[in-house]
């Protein structure tokens, strides 16, 4: 496992404005609001040919009564806890004030070696006066930094690495699946993944849009390792008028871009909705692997054809993606989680199949000697060969006389004879239609 650096701090001293400065690209959250990130956030950072994984968190407001910002706090306590250094992040234009002394002595309780970082340092030059407060800390030499304009975080990454173990880091595991676990908000998204990882690594709550940032969860089992990301819930468009929810839209889309398989997670009380379409299509357009979750599994009242008749209508509402497989979980009880993990695992090969060209030839040979091209005007469509192109998600390249003659209800039927033959269940697949004239 890659060694693992917390950014703390209290709300709003620039700590995923810094993260987002070490690790090169936006991935954390940045707004003027305190307490914006509110999960942790990991992201893979590389300083001198090290390769740690750093870790945003929301700030920490050490005496609040406020049920967001107490779950903030047991979030950093457990980023804390898991880590091998600590940067906590302070504001020089503010100075010192009493949350950061009780967030230093928090910090000193757990052992872990810190690093000052004093953020704001804008100007070049003479530090300013305030800086010079933060060795009242008693954490040692304070860093000058600007997370904006980036001065001083090749300094901070120097200290970092002083206390990093010797332990040379680990390529991440080509055999890891990502897993994207998207829905609509309050389907209990975050639910599912701290029940899989067996600890809060989100944070719970009946408010709507809690989850605001896309987080990451290892997990290593029986059936491998899977690296969970939790997405911000997608609202309707006429809904998002916040714009910090804006960014989470983006971001989940983001998160599905990073993932192999995602879980389309339904509230089984609800049922489907309108949004819970848009969301699939989402993953669909993108070419992943996909499996339908019905969540809350536990709490609707069933008889012996209750699980049928449900899955017939999912059938129905999610024809477009005909080719995901359902599955009824909770998250709250732990029911069929680990055929979850199966399936995923499943999912993910198909998605990454290849087939020979020979083979696949040979099924297209079999599918058009059963039922005839389509004609028009007496022109007959001929499909020269078939060869595949690309995985994730499989895609195969047809040559042919006339690419207007290739009708869509025929490229349905060829793809379904495909499926028939080698499966391919859980992904969706592509056709790259090629009009060629052969040659006499």
Known sequence: MKPVVAIVGRPNTGKSTLFNKLVGRRLSIVDDTPGVTRDRIFADCEWL????????TGGIEPKTDDVILLQMRRQAQLAIDSANVIILVTDVRSGVVASDADVAAMLQKSGKPIILC????DTVGELPLEYYEFYNLGLGEPIAVSAVHGHGTGDLLDA??????????????????AVAVIGKPNVGKSSLVNAIAGEERVIVSDVAGTTRDATDT????EFGDFLFIDTAGMRRKSRVDDQLEKYSILRAKMAVDRAHVCVIMIDA?????????????????????CIIAVNKWDAVEKDGRTMDAYRKKLMNDFSFMSYAPI???SAKTGQRLDRLFELIRFVDEQNAMRISTGKLNDVLAAATARVQPPTDKGKRLKIYYMTQASTRPPTFVC?????????YSYQRYIENQIREVFGLEGTPVRFVIREREKKN
């Not at 004093?118 to 340092?121: A, G, T």
């Not at 970092?160 to 699946?177: I, R």
């Not at 290892?218 to 089992?221: F, K, P």
């Open 269 to 289: 009380t609800e049922g489907f909705t309108e949004q819970d379409s848009k969301v699939a299509g989402i993953a669909h357009e993108q070419g992943k692997a």
């Open 118 to 121: 004093v953020n704001k340092c």
């Open 218 to 221: 290892l997990v290593s089992n």
């Open 399 to 407: 040559f042919v006389n006339r690419a207007d003659l290739f009708h």
């Open 49 to 56: 040919d090290r390769h740690f994984l750093l870790v945003d």
């Open 327 to 329: 599955i009824f979980i």
């Open 160 to 177: 970092v690495l002083a206390y990093l173990p010797d332990a040379p880091s680990q390529e991440e595991e080509e055999n890891t699946v």
